[in-house]
């Protein structure tokens, strides 16, 4: 099968993917949590009370009290974890005696910590240093590898393009859900940009060793052997993790929700970018190149 023939196909629906996301990302942004805003965080574990059948009770209290909630995630089936804006010992110590009395069982408490805004500016600084460097580096390592530097650009510009489906998405799942971003999102981002980029260099490698081989072959054809010959395997390997994936996003329970379902998204664009995104991007860029010589 020809891919190459259906490359515009491919970018206009990775555009009507990434469309919607970009313009909520432009106008609502994301939704961070207490690790990147400061608050404070609140962890307490119940011994005898099965909290998941109380949580009404629970939000009422939380609501009623002095503290500002951003975030309730129960894990497990005595615990509870609150994100919120900051607050002192005294306020939390005050909601915990009224969760008491309304469920009968003084909870034990695991954690109490404050996050402050400086620590949350600190850590967005890294991350985008951290994701900058990351493409910087592996723009020059593929351009070294291949000799060329459009392997390095396309392989960067699939990792761009699977960066705007993840924030997009959550973009809108924040302005839409409540859905916010921590420490883990950013983890589940940095995962997946390694993926798409191996994904990606396995591609790469086939039209090199066809390069090779076939010298007066165009590239184009090149290109669509290797999609061809990579395609099964990718599709394989990507599967058994989206099946993974899949399991703890459904069953994880709520502490690892939203980083499983980032990592789901992650892959299956990552798996798609790999093969309609970076791929033809060569051919397009190698048929400009033409053009100019």
């Known amino acids: 099968m020809n891919f190459m023939r259906f490359k515009w196909f491919y970018f206009l629906l990775s555009a009507i993917v990434i469309l919607p996301g970009f313009f909520s990302l432009v106008k609502y942004g994301l939704r961070p949590s207490v690790d990147f805003t400061g608050g404070s965080v609140w962890e307490l574990k119940f011994k005898e009370t099965a909290i998941e059948d109380k949580r009404a009770v629970i939000d009422k209290v939380l609501k009623e009290s002095k503290v500002e909630v951003n975030s309730l995630q129960f894990f497990g089936e005595k615990q509870i974890l609150v994100k919120m804006k900051p607050v002192t010992k005294e306020d939390v110590s005050s909601a915990k005696a009224v969760l008491a009395k309304e469920l009968e069982e003084m909870p034990e408490e695991i954690r109490f910590e404050v996050v402050g805004p400086v620590l949350g500016g600190e850590l967005v600084k890294k991350t985008i240093t951290a994701v900058i460097l990351a493409s910087a580096v592996i723009l020059i390592y593929i351009a070294w590898q291949f000799k060329d530097l459009m392997f390095g650009a396309c392989a960067v510009l699939g990792m761009f393009h699977d960066t705007l489906v993840i924030l997009g998405i959550f973009s809108l799942l924040g302005h839409y859900s409540g859905v916010e971003i921590d420490t883990l999102f950013v983890t589940a981002m940095l995962t997946i940009l390694s993926f798409s980029v191996h ?45 993974m994936l899949i399991a703890l996003w459904l069953l994880g329970g709520e502490t690892i929700k939203w980083f499983a379902f980032a990592l789901l998204v992650g892959t299956v664009s990552g798996t798609y970018s790999s093969t309609f995104t970076s791929a033809p991007l060569l051919v397009v860029w190698q048929q400009i190149r033409s053009r100019r010589n």
């Open 199 to 243: 994904d990606t260099v396995v591609v790469y490698d086939r039209i090199r060793e066809s390069q090779k081989r076939y010298p007066k072959v165009p590239f184009a054809e090149l290109v669509n052997k290797a999609v061809t010959e990579t395609l099964p395997r990718s599709i394989n390997n990507s599967m058994t993790i989206i099946f």
